[in-house]
């Protein structure tokens, strides 16, 4: 069985959930709050025995046993009710599904899973779903049942693992570059050809190009949230996680290595290209870029994820709210009555005009 560790509140020892909008920790039982810096000047024997709250070595390393369970179901105890919780994996924060406090699940986010930044998340539910709601009107055609508040209200925050890459480009461009003036006189067109040996190098600081490295999330949901003020980044504290959802990176950046050096290397090129300045053609001759001072960083960032379950279709439809800016992203799903209702509004006048204008004939 793994460790599990949660946030209890100093003055009731009810369950404390960070407060994205007041971003503070909050007791829904005595109303009471608590920034960061507060709950750290808890002594660690305070924090540990008599609040709840984890001192630095109760966070603990994950086991080999815990290890050889991936790919199964993964049980914990909640230390709140001694109700036992089902997680996979890559699970590394949720809710006890009795009693309902927020349980960290230290020994997912320990070693070489320890992030190192999180962004905390920046918008409540509330502010997240009348955003969703207000992105959602604007669409036509959607399902009644979709606009329902139960509906809306099955919302959720999880905190997604990304890497992230950061690095400086040495880049260099040489390039043949022609400028064209072109004249008519009497009968003859002339053209004049200036022709100019171009050199560009410069150095580039890249930043946190990122990548979810969570291998079930859907990749086009979770990085079409992006981008994230990275301003924002935290270091990694477990206490933002209490009250969501978390879950572990299990990708490597080796998995992300080609596709983001290759991008990173054909952005600086464009750009050397971009300041050749304008000619009428370029043609470039040599180009190079290379990548200094590299670095991988493992952040855990905030995204609300909603799921629809279409049952006409038997399909479901994944939505997801970046947790920090409100970026929207997902596919609606369609009431095909309300098409063929449109669809009768504006074509069955035409054929029978088109019908009366035959007949009249």
Not at 50 to 67: K, L, N, V
Not at 103 to 126: A, H, T
Not at 178 to 183: E, F, H, P, Q, T
Not at 297 to 309: C, N, Q, R, S
Request: proline share 4%.
């Amino acid at each position: 069985m793994s460790a599990t560790i949660t946030y209890k509140c100093p003055n009731c020892g009810g369950g404390l959930q960070f407060d994205p909008d007041k971003q503070k920790y909050a007791c829904e039982y005595c109303l009471s709050e608590f920034t960061q810096e507060e709950l750290g000047r808890l002594s660690p024997e305070a924090s540990a025995d008599q609040t709840g709250f984890p001192s630095a070595g109760m966070a603990g390393e994950e086991t080999q046993e815990d290890r050889k369970m991936e790919g199964t179901p993964v049980l914990y105890t909640c230390p709140s009710c001694g109700a036992e919780i089902v997680t996979d994996e890559t699970t590394a924060a949720t809710m006890c599904y009795y009693c309902h406090n927020p349980v960290i699940l230290s020994g997912k986010l320990s070693g070489e899973y320890n992030p190192d930044y999180v962004i905390p998340f920046q918008l409540d539910r509330e502010k997240a779903t009348a955003i969703f709601s207000q992105w959602m009107k604007k669409k036509r055609y959607v399902p009644k049942a979709f606009y329902s508040e139960d509906q809306i209200q099955k919302m959720s925050g999880v905190y997604f693992p990304y890497l992230m890459y950061s690095c400086r480009v040495e880049g260099e461009l040489e390039a043949r570059a022609d400028r064209l003036r072109i004249w008519v006189s009497g009968r003859y067109q002339y053209t004049e050809t200036q022709t100019y040996d171009i050199f560009r190098e410069g150095d580039m600081e890249v930043n946190h190009v990122t990548r979810n490295a969570l291998k079930k999330a859907n990749r086009e949901l979770v990085e079409g949230v992006l981008p994230y003020d990275m301003e924002k980044l935290e270091h990694f504290t477990p206490g933002y996680l209490s009250g969501f959802v978390a879950e572990r990176r299990d990708m490597e950046e080796q998995d992300f290595s080609a596709d983001v050096y290759g991008e990173v290397r054909q952005f600086a090129l464009d750009s050397l290209k971009e300041s050749v300045g304008t000619y009428d053609r370029v043609s470039v001759r040599r180009s190079d870029a290379q990548l200094r001072d590299e670095k991988w960083e493992y952040a855990l960032l905030p995204v609300w994820t909603l799921t629809y379950h279409d049952q006409a279709k038997n399909e479901m439809y994944y939505f997801t709210v970046n947790g920090q800016t409100g970026k929207v992203c997902g596919k609606l799903p369609v009431d095909k009555t309300k098409l063929l209702i449109l669809f009768a509004e504006i074509f069955f006048p035409v054929l029978l005009f088109m019908l009366l204008m035959g007949y009249l004939i």
